[in-house]
């Protein structure tokens, strides 16, 4: 599929005007580019996986929309349109350079260009390596694991699925069921099995989770038998919840946003074996305290809270 994309060049201050009056005139969905350093927030809200080193903030800023080609479109009266916004703006405020430039691109693209900041990478006896790159000293490592996540979240580099591994290669024996609540790339799962787990299990909420997980198995030499992945809430969706069972994993594993670990911790709790272990991670600095609280609540014994930077990971025993 192809896309018009109109970029917008003008300073930080005064993007979210532009995006707010740009929306009225057919462009919405803005990608933003500048070198505003990000906060622990902004993190948080973002979860991105992959996050290059920034350049000093020089005030700049680019703003993208992206329209679809077809009939039913009149592009060059959106542009027009766009610049008479721009100048309109002009007169009452500073917003920069003000020009538009029109190019194209193509879904692929948008898949494909965050690729150049994925290399491969260890986290300790693991070599972590892209499916698009030949792996370097592989000998040097325990295990080596080739993944490519597509539009699924999970390459690895995130210091939250860092924190998930260790504390699965920590726990996981050779009787080890393991289910992963928001699986992504399915790359918990495959840890887990590589490291000598007898089965796995995997929900996520994105279709794209259940097409990267069995992708990446075939990568690896997984069996998708003894790693199935299914789509649903285990929140809100009793079939779900059913389908995955209740009472069946030594090990639960979510690395998703602190919130979230709260409100699904009541769901998660049920699927563990008594003596099971539950892991946490997706926690921001300052957010430990609240999914502590909820595992208490639950019954649950916490027996460590892990950091690596900002992110923290809380394991606990049902």
Not at 39 to 45: N, V
Not at 76 to 103: F, H, K
Not at 150 to 178: D, K, S, W
Not at 279 to 306: F, Q
Request: aromatic share 8%; with cysteine.
């Amino acid at each position: 599929m192809k896309w018009k994309r109109i970029t917008v060049k003008t300073i930080t201050q005064a993007e979210d005007i532009i995006i707010s009056m740009l929306y009225d005139v057919g462009l919405w969905g803005a990608q933003i580019e500048d070198k505003v350093p990000l906060t622990a927030e902004d993190k948080e809200k973002m979860f991105i996986d992959i996050m290059p080193e920034m350049p000093e903030d020089d005030g700049i800023a680019y703003l993208s929309f992206f329209v679809e080609e077809t009939q039913d479109i009149d592009f060059d009266t959106i542009v027009q349109n766009a610049r008479q916004v721009l100048e309109e703006l002009r007169t009452s405020m500073e917003i920069g350079d003000g020009t538009i430039r029109i190019s194209e691109t193509e879904d692929k693209d948008w898949i494909n260009n965050w690729k150049e900041f994925f290399h491969q990478f260890d986290i300790d006896d693991l070599l972590v390596v892209p499916t698009w790159e030949k792996p370097v000293n592989a000998e040097n490592y325990k295990k080596v694991l080739r993944i490519d996540p597509g539009t699924a979240f999970g390459t690895g580099m995130h210091a939250t699925t860092q924190l998930c591994i260790r504390q699965i290669t920590n726990y996981v024996t050779p009787e080890t069921a393991l289910l992963d609540i928001g699986c992504g790339s399915g790359i918990l799962g495959m840890i887990a099995l590589m490291y000598g787990a007898k089965r796995a299990f995997g929900t996520d909420l994105d279709p794209c989770a259940l097409t990267a997980s069995i992708e990446n198995m075939k990568e690896n030499g997984i069996d998708p038998e003894d790693f199935p992945v299914v789509i649903g809430n285990l929140i809100t969706q009793e079939e779900t919840r059913q389908r995955v069972g209740l009472e069946q994993y030594d090990i639960v594993a979510a690395n998703i946003l602190a919130e979230v670990l709260v409100e699904m911790t009541p769901f998660a709790v049920k699927h563990l074996k008594k003596g099971g272990i539950y892991i946490t991670s997706g926690i921001i600095d300052g957010k430990a305290g609240i999914v502590e609280e909820a595992i208490k609540k639950e019954g649950m014994e916490v027996l460590s809270v892990t950091r690596q930077g900002e992110w923290f990971c809380v394991t606990a025993r049902k």
